[in-house]
């Protein structure tokens, strides 16, 4: 019974240190279009060797499966005026998988597809973009 109460009390702090890393995001939103970035779910770190600074922003690369037998972009374009600075020394992204149409001609019938998109964006603190934009 004590090892019981001893491992559900562990689980507990394990849950807690890892919504405790993670809380930041909520309730973070675009700067420009004031999207929500959504949480814990949709938002995660990044390696910075798929990041790629230049004088405009970022390009953050994505590499991923095709989902649903559509294509997705490797590569994003983050603007700098839609960077924020991260609580931390790493890059962030926040995207969620969205449904688009697009038209079939010659009938003019819609076909839904889905595709990831990024709706928030990271950068360490000190980061000439951020400190520029800021």
Not at 34 to 50: A, E, F, L
Not at 55 to 71: A, H, I, Q, S, W
Not at 82 to 101: G, S
Request: glycine share 2%.
């Amino acid at each position: 019974m004590v090892q019981f109460q001893i491992t559900t009390a562990l689980m507990w702090l394990v849950l807690a240190a890892e919504a405790n890393a993670h809380d930041w995001y909520t309730g973070k939103t675009d700067p420009v279009l004031h999207y929500d970035c959504c949480g814990n779910k949709d938002c995660r770190p990044i390696d910075s060797s798929n990041v790629r600074m230049t004088k405009d922003g970022y390009f953050v690369r994505m590499p991923r499966p095709t989902y649903l037998n559509e294509p997705q972009e490797a590569e994003w374009f983050i603007p700098r005026d839609r960077v924020q600075p991260a609580p931390d020394d790493r890059y962030h992204i926040c995207e969620r998988l969205m449904t688009f149409y697009r038209a079939i001609t010659p009938h003019m019938k819609f076909e839904a597809y889905q595709r990831f998109r990024w709706t928030c964006f990271f950068a360490p603190p000190g980061t000439s973009s951020i400190a520029a934009s800021r």
